[in-house]
C-alpha cells in the first residue's frame, strides 16, 4: 500500500514530512552526518532489511537529500553522500536529540552535544537570529506567509485564536 503523499500540502512541515517523515530516513541521515556512505554501513548500523534501506535511500537520492555515487566500477557498488539540502537538516535532528532526551531519557542522555573546540556541553536552544530570543510558544505565532491559501490563513488565524485564549468559532457566530 503507498502512502498518501504530502508534496501539495501548503504546510512546510507536511511538506517536509513527505521527504523525511518515515523514521527510515532520519535514521539514514542521522548516519550519514556520522561518516556512514555504503549501503553495508547503514544495513549493520541499523539493523534494517535490504529492501527498506533500498527505497528509503531511493526516496532520498530523489528528494535531493542524498546523492548516489559510484565508488568501484567491478563490481559496481555506490555509496550515498548528503546533499547540502539534507546536510541542512543537522539542526532538526539536533533538536530531536535534545527533546529526546529531555523527555525520553528518564535514566539520563546517552548521547549528548559537546562544543569541539571548547570541549564544553552545548544545550540547543532554537533563537530568532535577528532578535537572539530564545522561540517559544508563549513569544512567537505562525502566521500566513506570501503564498498562504485562504484555507492557510483561516486555519492559522484559528490556531492563533485558540492559543490565546479566543475562540474564533465563537466570535464568528456573535458577529
Not at 549493520?44 to 568501484?72: A, D, H, W
Request: net charge neutral; charged share 20%; hydrophobic share 35%.
Amino acid at each position: 500500500m503507498r502512502k498518501k503523499s504530502l508534496s501539495e500540502q501548503q504546510c512546510p512541515i507536511a511538506r517536509t514530512l513527505d521527504h523525511v517523515g518515515e523514521w527510515w530516513s532520519l535514521l539514514i541521515i542521522r548516519d550519514a552526518m556520522h561518516g556512514l556512505s555504503r549501503f553495508d554501513e547503514f544495513q549493520k548500523s541499523l539493523g534494517i532489511s535490504p529492501n527498506i534501506l533500498t527505497r528509503r535511500l531511493t526516496t532520498l537520492v530523489e528528494g535531493g537529500l542524498m546523492e548516489k555515487q559510484l565508488y568501484s566500477e567491478r563490481p559496481p557498488r555506490y555509496q550515498y553522500v548528503l546533499t547540502p539540502r539534507g546536510q541542512e537538516l543537522s539542526p532538526v535532528l539536533i533538536a530531536l536529540l535534545s527533546w529526546g532526551n529531555n523527555h525520553l531519557a528518564p535514566e539520563g542522555a546517552s548521547i549528548q552535544l559537546m562544543d569541539a573546540q571548547t570541549g564544553e556541553l552545548v544545550e540547543p536552544l532554537l533563537i530568532d537570529g535577528r532578535t537572539g530570543q530564545k522561540i517559544s510558544p508563549s513569544r512567537h505565532v505562525l502566521v500566513p506567509g506570501p503564498t498562504a491559501s485562504d484555507g492557510m490563513k483561516q486555519r492559522l488565524r484559528h490556531a492563533n485564536g485558540a492559543m490565546s485564549g479566543d475562540n474564533p468559532s465563537k466570535q464568528e457566530s456573535e458577529s
